[in-house]
């Protein structure tokens, strides 16, 4: 089955065409990032804007790039939730227009599960694992039954992993996505010169529940209160201590899940998967097995959204004029979506 996948929930215009689920034919991904660089951060309606002139051409390049016709194309698979509201409208109106005017099917698919199947691209990965989800909107560590069912074991109280990156990274006008700029720096520099806080969040149910907002403040505003003496205060040591805290608080909560449920095989996906910290942290660990995407799948792609959209497709889910975006995550207490 060849599946024809629309991605356009934040700042990546990207098309794919992917066969039964697994090979890539084509995964073109026209980015933004050149747009909001001039102010730090995603601009929603620029965004929408910029994606409401590209989609058709880049529809268009991924459909010629797979050496594929619409006439080929058994299903249309689009993210419909979660991200930003206007960007989601454009890849959904678009996905449900060539729907109705060719006749093939279509079905909305959300964009977290899309990121933890990336991996699924390049391996044969069984289920049951754990999955840890960290982007520039989510962080979810969660127990993963199915392409389409996760069992949440931990979040974010605040602020995404992916988010707190790019807040210090603006705060210190290291530029645009902060993400990457940090883990660059953050090479060059001593993680030993901070000691910034991991919160203990013991309390409730989540015991894997992560929060960014303190360390996030912590670097931003109550620097002098954690640096250790004798080492430089400059923006190399800052982002390797907040690195370490950021990267290393998601880690020790996934180690202890791997330990509570006796799951040791762990799929990572999401912008924040391209760490080089995680990566290591995560390889490093010799009694799990850790997949991680490669680069071009850790960021937002349509390749994830037309591997994951076929196994729907292949059960003949398909979803219909109706269907609307939606900005959030549907229900967020226990399971996932
Ligand atoms: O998945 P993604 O492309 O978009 C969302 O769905 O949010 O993730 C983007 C996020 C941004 O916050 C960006 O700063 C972060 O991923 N990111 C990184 C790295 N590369 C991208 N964060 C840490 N280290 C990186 N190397
Ligand atoms: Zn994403």
């Given at each position: 089955m060849l599946v024809l996948g629309i991605e356009s929930s934040c700042d990546e215009c990207s098309a794919a065409v992917v066969e039964?689920?697994?090979?890539?034919l084509s995964n073109v991904i026209a980015t933004q990032i050149e747009i909001h660089k001039k102010y730090d951060g995603v601009v929603p309606e620029i965004a929408s804007r910029t994606h409401t002139e590209w989609v058709k051409g880049v529809v268009e390049s991924a459909i010629k790039e797979s050496g594929c016709t619409l006439d080929d194309i058994d299903g249309i698979s689009v993210t419909n939730r979660p991200g930003l509201i206007g960007s989601l409208m454009v890849g959904l109106s678009y996905a449900k227009g060539l729907s109705a005017s060719s006749g093939i099917p279509f079905v909305g698919i959300d964009h977290i599960l899309a990121h933890l199947y990336a991996s699924q691209l390049e391996n044969d990965i069984e289920y049951p694992f754990l999955g840890l989800i960290v982007s520039g909107g989510h962080t979810v560590i969660g127990k993963v039954q199915d392409f389409d069912n996760v069992e949440v074991l931990g979040t974010t109280i605040d602020d995404a992993c992916g988010e707190a990156y790019d807040k210090v990274a603006k705060h210190y006008g290291l530029g645009y996505p902060g993400g990457v700029l940090i883990d660059e720096l953050a090479q060059k520099g001593d993680p030993a010169a901070f000691n910034f806080p991991d919160a203990?969040?013991?309390?409730?149910?989540?015991?894997?529940d992560v929060s960014y907002s303190g360390l996030k403040t912590a670097v931003i505003n109550q620097l002098n209160q954690f640096h250790n003496e004798g080492y430089e205060i400059n923006n190399e040591n800052i982002a390797a201590s907040f690195q370490k805290a950021a990267i290393g608080m998601l880690a020790k909560r996934l180690f202890k899940a791997a330990s509570d449920t006796g799951i040791n095989k762990v799929v990572v996906g999401g912008g924040v998967a391209a760490n080089s910290y995680l990566r290591s942290l995560l390889k490093d660990k010799n009694n799990l097995e850790v997949y991680f995407p490669s680069m071009l799948l850790c960021t937002d792609n349509a390749a994830m959204v037309a591997g994951l959209g076929y196994h729907y497709l292949n059960r003949e889910e398909y979803s219909d004029l109706t269907l609307n975006a939606g900005s959030r995550v549907m229900q967020f207490k226990n399971k996932y979506p």
């Open positions: 039964d689920g697994k090979k890539i203990s969040l013991h309390k409730g149910a989540h015991r894997y």
